[in-house]
Each structure stands twice: as structure tokens, then as C-alpha cells.
């Protein structure tokens, strides 16, 4: 792709309410932008990162074995008084009414319509296990929509919603999932923890978090030394406002907090922030009995459908891998989520000779199969500083500079985590290139 022709409305500006460095960088290199509290359009840049992530998602949940679908967003009210959520949800579920009066949901989780979908339809327990799953929007009307695609109103969630004909086969799939997550969460680059959490609204019990670690998570988590064991602090202490109270706390101040507890392998546990990415639930017959769906077991008994579910926060995981991966000029994409690898940077467009050359590079890293964008433009105000100050903040992981040394046969390529710039003879940037980029 050429700079000059994607939509790439970069920005030194962003609002007072921006506050954390993915909210910032994200606006300021034009990922995204705000169309409402918590409601954000995503630009080419920001598109290109979620369907990466969607992606890879997609692949490693149907190498497991799992059936994608997508249900419809809008869901009529009926399925959640059967299932008596449409009074505990509270306010966060958003009703709407059409023409007719008729009530309905933007879908801020889908139990009830996965389980209506199932019912009738998979009649035997011949016909299970099986693992649907959908990458699709939710609306939940949250109290403090905040720090950007965090914590939206609208966001893309993946959900998936399994049925069993034993429990004993709905925990198998659960060990599944904790493991498919990890070759997710690890595909992604991340630094992440799988810890032990409370089951909440959704009910049931059997519940385990995925908190990428960053210092301005929302939740805190106690983490062994010694072992993998983490907890969510919600699972250790008993009232809301003791856990809220915590959370509260900076990073800093956690660290000052001695932690009584000890892990059971022995180990000493500590404090640290995370983001929630994941959570899955062992839910039971939770939802399958009070929506009657049944299955013939094998002695012909009809039997409520063993159940669990599993979500993932696509949209905020795109905000995650930066809250995880910047500096004070902007983000650093992992390898994995970056929307191009290289950005081959013609420092002065308008000489011919730089364009051409850039261009040649551009073209043969794309036939190498390397995604790679040509900053071409050439407006007065398109300076060399100007486009590093653009790479910097988009932040992918190299670039190739043609400018002044190419009288000297050589091109500059600058590594976006270090910021180290090395000189590499222009006849062999290709193969460097290639090299680097495997590792
Ligand atoms: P949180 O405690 O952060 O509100 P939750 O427990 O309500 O999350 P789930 O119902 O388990 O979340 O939803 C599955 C996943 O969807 C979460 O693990 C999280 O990654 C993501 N998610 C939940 N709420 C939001 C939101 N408002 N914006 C973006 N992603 C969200
Ligand atoms: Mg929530």
C-alpha cells in the first residue's frame, strides 16, 4: 500500500479525556476515532489490526475443533425474560422497541440465543460436543465507558458457548480452551496470566481470566513467584468494596501492600495490574435448564445440555498489545498484530531517484510476501522529520529510509523498538530484510 492513497489522518492532538497511551496513540496515528462515549469507528490502520487479531482468533478456535456462526445483534426481549435475565442484567443492557412495540436487546452476550439456536436441533447425545462461536459486536451501556477501546460501549467479542452430554466431557473442553487461548494470547505476542476468577453474573462456577500485565489494568491480580497460580483479588477477598478499594490503587502503591497470603505450592504472591482479555466459564445446566433444552442421553432420558462458555475481548485487544508495547512516541506493534511489517520511507519524494529506488524495494518486499507500505508523499509539508514523527507514532516494526546516503549505495533501516538505525548496502536490503523479519 501507498501512503499517499490509505486514509491515515494522523493527529498531535487528542482529547483531555485520553489518558492512557493506547487511547492516545491509537487516535493520534489515526487507528481510530471517537464517535460517541464509547463508541469508536476504526480507520484503515485500526481496521487492518482487527481483523489480525479476529484472525488469528479464527484460526487456532477452528484448529480446536470449534463451529463459527453469527447470530443476530438485535435479540427480542422474550429470550431473556425466559431466562430471567432481562431483570438482573440492569442497565447496561440497552432495550429498544420497532414500529410495533416490540421489545428488544442490542446483544450484550448471547447464552440465551446460542441455547435457543441448539434446542431441537441437536437432539442426541450422539450429535455432542459441540463448540459454537461468533466474533461479533456486543452493546453493553457500561457506567464509565473509558480509556478507549478498554472499555467501550460498543466492542467486538468473541463468543463461543459449548454443550456436552457430561460434565466430565464440558471440563475436558474447558482445559481446551485455557490451552487455545494460550497459543492465542501468545500468537499475539502477549505477556499474559491465566488466573483463577469469580464467576459473577454469568453464574456457575469453574472460572479462569486472561489478564495481559500492564501497569494500567483495571483489575488487580495476585501472581505466584514460583509457580504459574494466579488469582483474581475478586476470589480472595469478600465484599465489592474491599476489591474495588485495591483496584483502585496505582501499581506503585500496590507494590508497598504486604500480600498474607501464600500460594499453595509455597511460593510468595504479589500484586500486579492486568487487563481482562479472556474469561472462561464452566456454566452447567445454568442456562439449558431454565430454557428447557434437552438432549436424549444414552439410556433415551431426556437430559439438560452440559454447558460452558468462553469469551475473548477482540477490540481490546488491539488497545492491550499498546498498553503492553510503546514509548513516549507512540506504539509498537508485536510482529503478529502490526497492520504493515516495514514502511519504506522515500525521505524526499520528490527527487526521482528516491522514488524510484523506494518504489523497487517496496515492490520486491511485497513479492517476497513482506506487508510493507511506501511513504510517498510528497506535500511540502512532508519532510523527513515529519514522516519519521508519523513512523514513530504508528509504530511498525522497521523502516526503510532512502534518502542522502543512497549516493553512497546505501539506505538506512531503523528498528521501531530500539530506535536503532543501521546502514545496509542497498543491494542486499532485500535479503536483510527478509532475515530480520523471521525472527
Ligand atoms: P469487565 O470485568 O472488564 O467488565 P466482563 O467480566 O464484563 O469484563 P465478560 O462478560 O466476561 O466481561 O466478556 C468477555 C470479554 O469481553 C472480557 O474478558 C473482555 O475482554 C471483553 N469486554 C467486556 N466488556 C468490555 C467492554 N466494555 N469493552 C471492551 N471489551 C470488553
Ligand atoms: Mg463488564
Known amino acids: 500500500m501507498k501512503f499517499s492513497r490509505l486514509f491515515i489522518p494522523t493527529t498531535k492532538e487528542t482529547p483531555s479525556d485520553a489518558v492512557l497511551p493506547s487511547h492516545q496513540f491509537l487516535l493520534r496515528g489515526g487507528f481510530i476515532n471517537q464517535q460517541g462515549a464509547g463508541l469508536y469507528n476504526y480507520l484503515p490502520l485500526g481496521k487492518i489490526v482487527l481483523e489480525k487479531i479476529r484472525n488469528i482468533v479464527k484460526e487456532e478456535l477452528d484448529d480446536a475443533g470449534c463451529n463459527e456462526v453469527q447470530l443476530s445483534f438485535v435479540t427480542p426481549i422474550a429470550l431473556w425474560n425466559k431466562s430471567g435475565r432481562a431483570e438482573t442484567m440492569g442497565k ?3 432495550r429498544i422497541q420497532d414500529r410495533h412495540e416490540n421489545d428488544f436487546v442490542l446483544s450484550p452476550t448471547n447464552e440465551e440465543a446460542m441455547v435457543e439456536l441448539v434446542k431441537n436441533r441437536v437432539k442426541s447425545y450422539k450429535d455432542l460436543p459441540v463448540n459454537l462461536y461468533q466474533i461479533n459486536t456486543k452493546f453493553r451501556d457500561e457506567a464509565r465507558p473509558r480509556f478507549g477501546l478498554l472499555r467501550g460501549r460498543e466492542f467486538l467479542m468473541k463468543d463461543a458457548y459449548s454443550f456436552h452430554a457430561s460434565k466430565e466431557d464440558m471440563v475436558r473442553e ?40 500492564a501497569n494500567s489494568g483495571e483489575d488487580t491480580i495476585l501472581v505466584c513467584e514460583d509457580c504459574s497460580y494466579g488469582a483474581n483479588i475478586e476470589t480472595i477477598y469478600e465484599s465489592d468494596d474491599e476489591v474495588d478499594s485495591i483496584n483502585e490503587l496505582s501499581y506503585e502503591e500496590l507494590q508497598s501492600k504486604e500480600v498474607t497470603q501464600k500460594c ?46 468462553f469469551g475473548i475481548g477482540v477490540s481490546r485487544l488491539v488497545a492491550s498489545v499498546i498498553e503492553q508495547n510503546h514509548d513516549e512516541n507512540g506504539c509498537i506493534w508485536t510482529k503478529s498484530t502490526t497492520p504493515f511489517m516495514v514502511d519504506v520511507i522515500v525521505s524526499n519524494a520528490k527527487k526521482e531517484n528516491e522514488l524510484e529506488v523506494g518504489t523497487n524495494i517496496y515492490n520486491e518486499l511485497k513479492q517476497n510476501n513482506i506487508s510493507t507500505i511506501l511513504d510517498d508523499r510528497k506535500e511540502k509539508k512532508h519532510t523527513y522529520g515529519f514522516k519519521m514523527g508519523d513512523y514513530k507514532v504508528l509504530g511498525f516494526p522497521y523502516a526503510v529510509i532512502v534518502g542522502k546516503k543512497l549516493t553512497n549505495g546505501l539506505v538506512e533501516v531503523v528498528n521501531r523498538k530500539t530506535l536503532e538505525s543501521i546502514e545496509v548496502a542497498l543491494d542486499s536490503i532485500v535479503e536483510y530484510i527478509k532475515d530480520i523479519v523471521k525472527n
Do not use: W
Open 92 to 94: 447496561e443492557m440497552l
Open 174 to 213: 474447558f482445559d481446551l480452551m485455557e490451552e487455545t487461548y494460550k497459543k492465542i494470547f501468545t500468537r499475539l505476542g502477549l505477556d499474559f496470566r491465566v488466573v483463577d476468577a469469580d464467576s459473577g453474573a454469568i453464574g456457575g462456577n469453574g472460572s479462569k481470566e486472561f489478564h495481559v500485565l
Open 264 to 309: 499453595s505450592c509455597g511460593g510468595k504472591l504479589y500484586f500486579k495490574k492486568g487487563i481482562e482479555v479472556g474469561h472462561i466459564f464452566q456454566l452447567g445446566d445454568k442456562y439449558s435448564s431454565s430454557l428447557d433444552a434437552k438432549f436424549q442421553d444414552e439410556n433415551g432420558k431426556p437430559k439438560a445440555f452440559e454447558m460452558a462458555t
